[in-house]
């Protein structure tokens, strides 16, 4: 998508771009999260799928630590160096997550940074789509 827009001079919002809060390292079960929360229903978030992606968490943690930032500013630095043309823009309720949210800005990411995110990080290995069948019911129409 983003060639496209890119060729007709639009610019790109990324949707989710801190996973539903997954990137951000916060969430190691659906255990601790609310019954009506829909990330249980999410395949990302699913049994299988859960353990697998947290191994990809694990290591942007690690990215993360040793750049002295959180695994959401790290994602966050990460789609923000896509392009001039893509803002992400996260979600949050709480003024703290804002706060860290914003200082994701200020992170910045050299070449070997981006290669070594991009290899952590490889959408192959990402287990489970983005949304479950009724999601994708309600978005396609």
Same mark, same amino acid.
């Given at each position: 998508?983003?060639?496209?827009?890119?060729?007709?001079?639009?610019?790109? &919002?990324?949707?989710?771009?801190?996973?539903?809060?997954?990137?951000?390292?916060?969430?190691?079960? &659906?255990?601790?999260?609310?019954?009506?929360?829909?990330?249980?229903? *999410?395949?990302?978030? /699913?049994?299988?799928?859960?353990?697998?992606?947290?191994?990809? &968490? /694990? +290591?942007?943690?690690?990215?993360?630590?040793? +750049?002295?930032?959180?695994?959401? *500013?790290?994602?966050?630095?990460?789609?923000?160096?896509?392009?001039?043309?893509?803002?992400?823009?996260?979600?949050?309720?709480?003024?703290?997550?804002?706060?860290?949210?914003? /200082?994701?800005?200020?992170?910045?990411?050299?070449?070997?940074?981006?290669?070594?995110?991009?290899?952590?990080?490889?959408p192959e290995q990402v287990a489970g789509?983005?949304?479950?069948?009724?999601?994708?019911?309600?978005?396609?129409?």
């Amino acid at each position: 998508m983003a060639p496209v827009c890119r060729e007709l001079g639009i610019g790109l &919002v990324p949707f989710s771009p801190l996973g539903r809060g997954f990137l951000t390292g916060r969430y190691s079960s &659906v255990e601790g999260l609310a019954e009506t929360d829909m990330r249980r229903g *999410q395949p990302r978030f /699913a049994d299988g799928n859960l353990a697998r992606n947290l191994a990809i &968490v /694990a +290591k942007l943690n690690e990215l993360a630590a040793a +750049k002295g930032v959180t695994a959401g *500013q790290l994602a966050l630095a990460w789609v923000q160096h896509r392009g001039d043309d893509v803002v992400p823009i996260p979600g949050t309720r709480r003024q703290r997550y804002l706060e860290e949210n914003l /200082a994701a800005l200020t992170v910045e990411l050299s070449t070997e940074d981006l290669a070594a995110i991009e290899a952590a990080a490889p959408p192959e290995q990402v287990a489970g789509t983005r949304y479950d069948a009724t999601s994708l019911t309600f978005v396609n129409g």
